[in-house]
């Protein structure tokens, strides 16, 4: 069998934990974050788990990651 291809966008947004989980950024950091309050700002700092329902196919896009 050949080996299955990445998907390569997939895999520089999402990491693979030790438990299989995935781990994502929090979207819209990049700019006008000045008008954001200390706690949305601080919230954004933190990774957060990709969805139960997209996990599956994730995965599938991910096999070697």
């Known amino acids: 069998m050949p080996k299955i291809k990445t998907h390569k966008a997939t895999a520089k947004r999402f990491t693979k934990t030790k438990t299989n989980k995935l781990v994502r950024r929090k979207a819209g950091q ?14 954004k700092r933190r990774d957060i788990s990709a969805s139960t329902k997209d996990v599956k196919n994730l995965l599938a896009l991910m096999p070697y990651k």
Do not use: L
């Open 30 to 43: 990049d700019h006008f974050n000045a008008r954001e309050t200390g706690k949305t700002k601080r919230n």
